[in-house]
T-cell receptor, first 116, second 110 residues
Framework: AQSVTQLGSHVSVSEGALVLLRCNYS??????LFWYVQYPNQGLQLLLK??????LVKGINGFEAEFKKSETSFHLTKPSAHMSDAAEYFC??????????????FGSGTRLSIRP | NAGVTQTPKFQVLKTGQSMTLQCAQD?????MYWYRQDPGMGLRLIYYSASEGTTDKGEVPNGYNVSRLNKREFSLRLESAAPSQTSVYFCASASPNEQFFGPGTRLTVL
């Protein structure tokens, strides 16, 4: 069955430091993978998605993620954190039997804090 | 082009009261969804509709009903609200490659 695990419910980094948010997935079919961001009191916004094309995916706001099939991982990175990156980040995988966004299973989320 | 809209934004109910959360999308998507978000649990699917006229249960459907009124609108109804239904509710619609989310409804049941 499809599932996604986000390692670390809270990550804190200094402004200008590397951001690394970890996500591991399990899937019985070639997955679609997503990272969504949620700013306080707002809905979810798509950061980036993997849909079986290039394994290194670039998203908005300088974020990128690499699909590693051998490690079943899809970690989110940004070279230099900015105060405006403080938010909750959700990793998601396409649902059982789906290779699309028609059904998505979300991880539990990682709250990113940025220290001045 | 408003995307996905939800009403109301906030609601407080007493235990046993009923209410309907409204959702509409203007992107001509076939698929629509209702999720609830609780701290530390991510988003959990309540119900979804793959197309007009069809609805299916998700992970946590108990205590909820839905109606896919037409292609644009997908409503979520709480017939007898319980404190366990205090949550933030998100509606979404989907293209094959992406789900688009509304701004959410924050519901408190006393």
């Amino acid at each position: 069955a499809q599932s996604v695990t986000q390692l670390g419910s809270h990550v804190s980094v200094s402004e200008g430091a590397l951001v690394l948010l970890r996500c591991n997935y399990s899937s019985s079919v070639p997955p679609y993978l997503f990272w969504y961001v949620q700013y306080p009191n707002q809905g979810l916004q798509l950061l980036l998605k993997y849909t079986s094309a290039a394994t290194l995916v670039k998203g908005i706001n300088g974020f990128e993620a690499e699909f590693k099939k051998s490690e079943t991982s899809f970690h989110l990175t940004k070279p230099s954190a900015h105060m405006s990156d403080a938010a909750e980040y959700f990793c998601a995988v396409s649902g059982p039997g789906y290779s699309s966004a028609s059904k998505i299973i979300f991880g539990s989320g990682t709250r990113l804090s940025i220290r001045p | 082009n408003a995307g996905v809209t939800q009403t109301p934004k906030f609601q407080v109910l007493k235990t046993g009261q009923s209410m309907t959360l409204q959702c509409a999308q203007d992107m001509n998507h076939n698929s629509m969804y209702w999720y609830r978000q609780d701290p530390g649990m991510g988003l959990r699917l309540i119900y979804y509709s793959a197309s007009e006229g069809t609805t299916d249960k998700g992970e946590v459907p108990n205590g909820y009903n839905v109606s896919r009124l037409n292609k644009r609108e997908f409503s979520l109804r709480l017939e007898s609200a319980a404190p366990s239904q205090t949550s933030v509710y998100f509606c979404a619609s989907a293209s094959p490659n992406e789900q688009f989310f509304g701004p959410g409804t924050r519901l408190t049941v006393l």
